[in-house]
């Protein structure tokens, strides 16, 4: 049973993998078709870049994922808060 564990995880690493790699496939296939605009592909890039930046000043990979999590849980209140106002005297 022990010797299925790493097993187990390489095969969710891999299938990870293949997953993002399609998503990005298939969103720069998109961007090139015009099918999405620059700007939503830019705001899907914040927690990748925000992790990046997070990761490179922290050094802890967990921490910066942790860190990355609550600070866009923080933007989205943030956005729907502003969204809700400018809603309210419209």
Known sequence: MQNLVPIAIWAAAVILGLGLLGMALFGIQ???????????????????????????????????????????????VLSLLVSGIRGLFN
């Open 30 to 76: 998109s961007i090139v078709n015009g099918k999405i605009n620059l700007v939503t592909g830019a705001i899907i890039l914040v927690p990748v870049i925000l992790l990046l930046i997070l990761g490179l000043i922290v050094g802890d990979w967990a921490v910066a994922g942790i860190w990355t999590l609550v600070i866009m849980f923080v933007l989205a």
